[in-house]
């Protein structure tokens, strides 16, 4: 499994000064946290805790709030690397967010994330994993 190639820039905004918005989807509740890459880190942002409609509609109140670049969702997968149907769930609001919203959507391998949130005794573990997947894309970044 391999992520996709990403950008050296994403376009119209000088490099360092990228704003990334990143999502822990979950059916329930949505982890968030936003970064940039000339720091790469990220600070958690409150969960989102809705279905459906009504996460996109936060998710449109915090790309308003934010205007990130590009967006960064994490898709888990099993230990071994094989898709599941959390997987599939997680790619699809990735393609929901790309469509409604017309921005650049890279997915991240968010193995592990919410195990680490966890032993890290993070309060909001959806919101850490968040941070934790972003961070990972921001280092993987050139």
Request: charged share 20%; net charge neutral; glycine share 6%.
């Amino acid at each position: 499994m391999s992520a996709p190639a990403m950008p050296a820039a994403v376009p119209a905004v000088p490099a360092h000064f990228q704003t990334f918005l990143a999502f822990d989807f979950g059916l329930k509740r949505t982890g968030v946290a936003v970064g940039n890459r000339m720091l790469r880190s990220s600070t958690p942002q409150a969960t989102i805790k809705a279905e459906g409609d009504a996460r996109f509609a936060l998710v449109a109140e915090r790309i308003k709030e934010w205007q990130p670049d590009a967006l960064v969702v994490g898709v888990p997968y099993h230990p071994d690397g094989a898709s599941h149907d959390n997987t599939r769930r997680a790619q699809r609001f990735a393609r929901q967010l790309q469509g409604r919203f017309g921005l650049t959507v890279y997915e991240v391998d968010e193995r592990y994330s919410t195990t680490e949130a966890l032993a890290s005794g993070a309060r909001d573990a959806d919101a850490a994993s968040a941070c934790i997947i972003l961070e990972q894309f921001l280092r993987n970044l050139p």
